[in-house]
């Protein structure tokens, strides 16, 4: 009869305790999402904000115990699926796990374990893009598949579809990685990824721009593990990577879609779509209504990207911390931020300011789509505005010299006119407190190819490319841009981010093997290839200053110049030869009696004339 008891006791204490470790379990499951999902120690922000959603895990107290971590505060938010934990983290270059404790009645129900990591040494100290680099820009489902098990995955919304211009192709990352011999053998030193996060949209996914997972990298371009792989195995090779963030809308289909936080966690929430009118100098209009500044800013871009609320402290402290997370945990190299404008602009002031106090020498470039020079010079470091806005933002895409590099090559020559434009555009360099760190690229992923823009003018064409690899700025150049890829829809973005030959098994051409290419697009890799690897030796056109001359008989001049190294390059944009008299530029040439010409290696003399063929770009280094 006692043994009977003691069994049966026994039982019910292991079903008992069963039961209790069920239930913690149940409990530990109700967190759908913990984000950031680790830190690290040592950062120069020691402060961390993290959001926890589960169901009704607002009606928990937190409590944490550990001498690594305070618990500064616990924010209870209008849905009680979230909570906010703000804590602070202690010095110590050591890794640290440390539980979350989520009580009710005075005692843990369950715990959740968060992670800090120990930094990299030399993490803060990264060095960002500048002069010296030239991006390659990749749409990464468009230039290689080098995994088609991932082409489909399973519960994703969209699945492949290659026929399709606006269909998912299969690139990833595994393509990416298996070619970066070929982009560092043209002479590239970083790469620019259009947006690799999940984007688990019903249709047109493939660009990224539509974030569903801030911390997931999209599945059909690979894991997280392999972004950063990608990261370390570029960065062995001389090749940083840059990182394309969005911070001013997300995809319809983000998991808080469904369940936000609170009800200004996205503008214009409760009404849904509402389009911006994209009236960007509603920013910076003295006389401007505050109507019109508030829909260009709330305003979403299109009805599946909500537009996020920057003014609302959880969602900036969110988004910066993310940028953080990203830089720390792949090693970037640089962020090209989308739509720079169009966010709360103070917003955007915390957001490139947290991340150059974080990492005093990274590089940040914003993407702010305008001709006029003077709204583009608005946002960037060191302008003194008359509103008073300052930024952290050093560098941004430079629109407006691409348009006049296209008007320049495709116009008639006039006084104000051909390749003049180039030259009155550079000489409002003024506007910029520091136009050198400006990108400068001759098309990208959202304007039809410049092989197209040019009228499919070879020569045009080479003198484009010379000048963007000549002039003052960062140089970016779209993946095919140095084949020729063309298009025959003026932008339309399907074919304009076509597939890149060689990345598909089967491809009849590849540029990889330069197998099926034509002649002109064979020169074109070579010319292209030729003045990528001489650029990335030369610290005179990477660094040097630059001085230009008003351009006469359709010919332009300029210098770039450091220390005793120099470069002279002259684009005869003329149908006709042109004989050159040296005496003019006699200041920059001193006592120079020769140079190199880049493209062809013959030696040059710098006497009293140079003869320049018609329609012809020349580029001379030379030393005093």
């Given amino acids: ?88 983290i202690a010095p110590g270059n050591e890794g640290q796990t440390f539980d979350i404790e989520f009580q009710q009645d005075g005692k843990t129900t369950f715990t959740q374990p968060y992670e800090l990591y120990k930094r990299k040494p030399g993490s803060a100290q990264r060095k960002g893009f500048d002069q010296s680099d030239v991006m390659y820009l990749i749409t990464p489902d468009r230039f290689a598949n080098g995994d088609p098990s991932n082409d489909e995955v399973a519960g994703m919304k969209e699945g492949l579809n290659r026929q399709e ?39 047109w996914s493939y660009h990224g721009y539509a974030t569903t997972d801030y911390y997931k990298v999209d599945s059909r371009f690979g894991s997280n593990e392999e972004y950063a792989n990608l990261s370390r195995i570029a960065g062995e090779m001389g090749i940083k990577v840059i990182m394309d963030i969005i911070v001013n809308h997300c995809g319809s289909e983000h998991w808080w879609m469904e ?4 009800d200004d966690w996205i503008n214009y929430q409760e009404q849904g779509f509402v389009p911006t009118n994209h009236r960007k100098t509603t920013l910076l209009d003295p006389y401007g209504a505050p109507s019109d500044r508030e829909k260009m800013v709330k305003g979403w871009f299109v009805e599946s990207m909500p537009d996020l609320n920057q003014r609302n402290p959880f969602m900036s402290r969110y988004l910066i911390q993310n940028t953080i997370w990203w830089i720390e945990y792949a090693d970037l190299g640089g962020i090209r931020q989308d739509t720079y404008s169009y966010p709360f602009r103070d917003f955007m002031t915390d957001w490139t300011c947290a991340i150059m106090e974080e990492y005093p020498d990274m590089n940040i470039v914003g993407e702010e789509w305008f001709g006029d020079i003077g709204t583009l010079a608005y946002w960037q470091q060191g302008k003194d505005n008359p509103d008073g806005y300052t930024s952290c933002l050093r560098s941004l895409m430079d629109f407006p010299l691409q348009v006049k590099l296209v008007e320049a090559l495709n116009q008639e020559e006039g006084f104000e006119d051909g390749i003049t434009r180039l030259y009155l555009q550079l000489g409002t360099d003024y506007h910029y407190p520091a136009p050198e760190e400006l990108v400068i690229f001759p098309d990208n992923h959202d304007m039809s190819r410049i092989w197209h823009q040019l009228n499919r003018d070879f020569d045009h064409w080479k003198m484009a490319m010379a000048f963007i690899l000549t002039t003052r700025g960062v140089p970016q150049i779209y993946y095919g841009t140095e084949i020729l890829m063309d298009h025959e829809k003026p932008g339309d973005h399907g074919t304009i981010r076509s597939d890149f030959p060689g990345g598909w098994k089967g491809d009849k051409v590849n540029v990889f093997t330069r197998d099926g290419l034509n002649r002109q697009q064979q020169e074109a890799l070579e010319y292209t290839r030729k003045l990528l690897r001489w650029r990335k030796g030369n610290k005179a056109v990477q660094y040097g200053s630059l001085m230009h001359y008003v351009p006469e008989d359709g010919v332009y001049v300029y210098f770039r110049s450091l220390d005793q190294k120099h470069v002279m390059v002259v684009l005869n944009k003329s149908h006709l030869g042109r004989n050159i008299n040296l005496d003019r530029f006699r200041l920059n040439l001193g006592d120079a009696e020769e140079g190199i010409n880049v493209l062809t290696g013959e030696t040059i003399h710098l006497g009293n004339r140079l003869h320049v063929s018609g329609q012809t770009a020349v580029i001379i280094e030379y030393s005093e």
């Fill in 1 to 88: 009869m006692f043994h009977q008891i003691e069994t049966g006791f026994f039982r019910l204490l292991c079903t008992g305790l069963l039961f209790i470790a069920c239930t913690s379990m149940l409990f530990a499951q109700s967190i759908e999402h913990i984000e950031p999902p680790f830190w690290w120690r040592d950062m120069q922000n020691p402060e961390l904000q993290i959001m926890v959603h589960g169901k009704d895990i607002g009606k928990y107290r937190v409590h944490i115990d550990n001498d690594a971590v305070d618990l500064v505060a616990v924010h209870q938010v209008a849905n009680p699926n979230y909570l906010f934990i703000d804590i602070r």
């Fill in 165 to 203: 211009g606006y269909g998912r192709h299969g690139g990833d990352i595994a393509g990416i990685i298996e070619h970066l011999d070929y982009i560092k053998d043209m002479g590239f030193t970083a790469i620019w990824l259009n947006p690799v996060l999940e984007n688990d949209q019903q249709k």
């Fill in 259 to 262: 369940d936000p936080p609170m």
